[in-house]
Structures are given as structure tokens and as C-alpha cells.
């Protein structure tokens, strides 16, 4: 028989105003969604790893994410 030992799922997420609006208000809200994605995460323990974050000039933000799917599906 054999068994994952561990397993691990790269994702790149991406934060924007869907409006494509670029003022101060609408950054604002794309750091708050970004924030509280970062807070769920630790607060259903998932483990992950922030591999790269970029700030777009448009206040958008783009990250690149490595989870454990070990700690995702217990």
C-alpha cells in the first residue's frame, strides 16, 4: 500500500477592485480582503508559506502561496 507522506499545493492569488478603480478607498479595501485572507489561514492553522508578494502600481496584490495539504484536509 502506499501513502502520501505529504503533499503541497502552490497557488497565485490575486487581490483587485473589480471595478478597476485606483483610489485610495479602493486600496484600502484590497489590503483589507488581503489581511483577512492572511488571518483565516491562521486561524484554521493552516501551514503555508508566503513564497513572493508584489504590489501592483493599480493598488493590486499579487502573491504567490505554498500550503500543507497535510494540515488542510485533518
Known amino acids: 500500500m502506499k501513502r ?3 503533499a503541497c ?3 497565485t492569488v490575486i487581490f483587485s ?3 478597476g478603480e485606483t483610489t485610495a478607498y ?6 483589507e480582503e488581503y489581511k483577512k485572507y492572511i488571518k483565516k489561514l491562521d486561524v484554521s492553522r493552516t501551514k503555508y508559506q508566503l513564497l513572493s508578494e508584489h504590489k501592483n502600481d ?8 505554498k500550503k500543507d495539504l497535510r494540515y488542510i484536509f485533518l
Open 58 to 65: 493599480d493598488g493590486s496584490i499579487v502573491i504567490e502561496i
Open 4 to 6: 502520501i507522506q505529504k
Open 9 to 11: 499545493l502552490t497557488q
Open 17 to 19: 477592485n473589480h471595478n
Open 26 to 31: 479602493a486600496r484600502k479595501l484590497i489590503e
